[in-house]
């Protein structure tokens, strides 16, 4: 049984940080409904209550609400439109917080390296200095990334699909590379 519009809003106002209660609100007049489910907005309290821009809040997002589960998925204020994110979500974007691209094979080893590098992948080497560990994200160089694809399948984490699935998408157009989507369940990438 489908979710009422008062259901969705009740969980996105339980899901508001206790500590900005009063400060954040629902934006009700601003909720939109899908086939898929609601998209509600959550903003200054000061702006709901005036629509004043000077009050709004600035990287609040919105929260899309699952019709038929009520699950919750927040919509970074980074996302380009509601209808950008409904594309990303019937594809099954949204289905992990944590992506992992496996490359199963490869048919053309430059393009697949060039298509890879446009990713941006980073790893993580802690390094320790006045006892602060120090953990700064460094992009795979072309090298590391043809190294990784000797050994095959070859595993990066992506982290977020709102940041990598549209690129994810022209690659399914070409046939340089094979490769699977799947949960991260731990791993880290590695140089």
């Known amino acids: 049984m489908p979710i009422t519009l008062w259901q969705a809003l009740k969980s996105v106002t339980e899901k508001i940080d206790p500590n900005s209660m009063g400060l954040v609100s629902v934006d009700v007049e601003r909720v939109l409904y899908f086939d898929e489910g609601y998209v509600v907005p959550i903003n200054s ?9 000077a009050k709004a809040l600035c990287g609040g997002g919105s929260y ?4 038929h589960t009520g699950k ?40 697949t390296i060039s298509m890879l590098d446009f990713l941006r992948m980073t790893y993580i080497i802690p390094e320790e200095e006045n006892g602060v560990v120090w953990k700064i994200p460094k992009k795979y160089s072309l090298e590391q ?21 549209e690129k994810i998408e ?9 490769f699977d989507l799947t949960e991260n369940e731990g791993y880290l990438n590695t140089p």
């Open 72 to 111: 919750l998925i927040h919509i970074p204020s980074y996302v380009r439109g509601h209808e950008l994110f409904l594309t990303m979500y019937r594809l099954g974007y949204t289905k992990y917080d944590n992506w992992d691209l496996i490359v199963t094979s490869v048919r053309d080893v430059e393009q």
């Open 64 to 67: 899309f609400v699952e019709l």
């Open 145 to 165: 990334i043809a190294k990784k694809l000797t050994d095959l399948p070859a595993s990066f984490n992506l982290g977020s699909a709102f940041v990598f699935w």
């Open 45 to 53: 309290k000061e702006y709901v209550d005036s629509r004043d821009d």
């Open 170 to 178: 022209k690659f399914k157009k070409y046939e340089h590379f094979s």
